[in-house]
């Protein structure tokens, strides 16, 4: 039976609708896999020489002292982008398959998941150093077989996780207060972990605790799957009290009003748009790492002027490149009624500039690293109203991955909306205003740099008629793709 799934599997992939246009795509993340296999690889065999030559203790040792915060980065990353493998499985339930049959293949399906695999480049050459420098080979085994369980367990994990948004803020949280107690030197966790994971080595028996869990883990995963494995599982909402919301004085914008109320009761009213805010205001923070000056290799020019795009655009990334994505439920029935393009993108940009300006303000507070600093951010804002607000708008045309707003996951995106169109789209939105402001910078001064960035957003800001008119042919053209990538359900 596991054969037969394997083949249908391989059939859904090549005749999906966007097989062809991503192909590029596909092999730009096949190079990027290998690239990170390499580095893993590389990194397996180093390590233990790295460790012992710049701080002349013993490599296991250190691993060991870290493993909880590897292990840690390693379910937040998943959270963010592990894909959770699914198959079709409503047209197999009327079928004479056992249902423990489709849980255990849907679940045998994240084994081979490449957030798994990349682990194995670096702990098995690890393991092999450590034999050929005098180990114990049993032990460096238990050791290995330890470490890889805790890495499954957490591939469970993220099944389990994938849906609770607040477990996964709890894990953000823990990560950084631990972190910043490490770091100031108020409380070190990893003495009293590493004694766990240098155990699964020094002993002969500890390992056998992370093998335990990740069974009961698998158990546990099987069980929740099966139990909602019928074909009525869903179907029946929450019954909750009924609020009306009339946003009565946006009907003084006309049509373009009707738009932004329904963008509005959207964003309020579904778990996605709401997972999707969330992540918006967490871009906000993201220019500590460049503004502070606490990691050096961040600290140039270049560097900040990319964070500053993203400090204001963040809203502009999540919500504006999955438009007109957001309205697939019934964006068919949207098609067949009278409605200009021309306005509904209008909404759109609108929304988007407004979610932009906002961010533009609430990061005020980095006024506290210096004025410098917040001019660059009210550049990257006027380039993100004036550039990059168009330019999400184009590639959203080319994204044609439906979304379920009752669902959290995946707040970035599906990796299907990702084509070769909306990769090229993407490099002027962070590259050029890095040029405009390198060309500033480096042949004149740093307010030259400012002002060629910004004369930039003003300039599109200009031509807003005009860019909008060759957007709307855009989502003319590709008006009957895109009504037929949403009715594909898988």
């Known amino acids: ?10 059939k859904s992939f090549f005749r999906a609708s966007s097989f062809t246009g991503n192909m590029v795509m596909k092999i730009i993340m096949i190079v990027a896999a290998i690239y990170f296999a390499a580095i893993f690889f590389l990194a397996g065999f180093g390590t233990y020489y790295l460790i012992e030559e710049s701080l002349n203790q013993d490599p296991l040792v250190i691993v060991s002292k870290f493993a909880l915060y590897y292990l840690v980065v390693d379910i937040v990353i998943r959270l963010f982008l592990q894909k959770i493998p699914v198959i079709n499985i409503r047209p197999l339930l009327t079928l004479p398959i056992k249902r423990s049959t489709i849980v255990n293949f849907a679940l045998g399906k994240t084994a081979v998941s490449f957030f798994n695999l990349l682990h194995a480049f670096f702990f098995v050459p690890f393991s092999l150093v450590l034999i050929k420098e005098g180990y114990d080979v049993v032990n460096v085994v238990f050791w290995h077989l330890g470490m890889m369980a805790l890495l499954y367990c957490n ?28 770091y100031y030197e108020v409380f070190d966790i990893t003495k ?3 004694t766990f994971f240098h155990g699964m080595y020094a002993t002969e028996y500890l390992f056998i605790i992370p093998l335990i869990l990740l069974a009961i883990l698998y158990a546990v995963c099987f069980k929740y799957l099966k139990n909602h494995l019928y074909l009525d599982t869903g179907l029946k909402g929450k019954q909750e009290e009924a609020k009306t919301e009339d946003y009565t004085w946006l009907n003084q914008f006309g049509a373009l009003g009707t738009f932004l109320k329904n963008d ?3 964003i309020r009213r579904n778990k996605r748009s709401k997972t999707t805010m969330f992540m918006s205001f967490m871009f906000l923070f993201y220019g500590l790492l460049f503004f502070t000056g606490s990691l050096e290799v961040y600290d140039n020019p270049m560097w900040k002027m990319f964070a500053a795009i993203f400090v204001t655009g963040g809203f502009l990334f999540t919500f504006g490149q999955f438009v007109p994505s957001w309205d697939s439920a019934y964006y068919p029935l949207m098609m067949s009624q009278n ?8 909404a759109k940009w609108w929304l988007v500039v407004i979610g932009t300006a906002l961010s533009t303000l609430l990061a005020s507070f980095y006024l506290y690293f210096g004025l410098d ?3 660059l951010v009210i550049v990257g804002g006027i380039y993100n109203i004036g550039v990059n607000s168009h330019l999400v708008l184009l590639g959203g045309a080319f994204i044609k ?3 379920d707003l009752a669902s959290s996951k995946q707040a970035f995106g599906d990796k299907k909306a990702f084509n070769t169109q909306t990769f090229l789209l993407s490099l002027p939105k962070l590259l050029l205003p890095i040029l ?3 060309l500033g910078y480096y042949f004149v001064n740093e307010i030259m740099g400012y002002a060629l960035v910004a004369a930039a957003g003003i300039l599109g800001l200009a031509f807003r008629n005009k860019v909008f008119t060759r957007i709307e042919k855009v989502y003319k053209a590709e008006k009957y793709k895109t009504l037929a990538a949403y009715k594909q359900k898988n």
């Open 264 to 266: 509005i009761k959207l």
């Open 401 to 403: 991955t439906p979304i």
């Open 436 to 438: 405009f402001y390198a």
């Open 1 to 10: 039976m596991f054969r037969k799934f394997l083949a249908l599997e391989w």
């Open 373 to 375: 600093i917040y001019l």
């Open 339 to 346: 409605i200009q393009y021309r306005e509904y993108i209008s």
């Open 192 to 194: 009293y972990t590493s």
């Open 155 to 182: 591939n469970f994990l993220n099944i389990l996780l994938n849906d609770k948004d607040n477990l996964f803020i709890i894990f953000i949280v823990m990560l950084a207060v631990f972190g910043g107690l490490q």
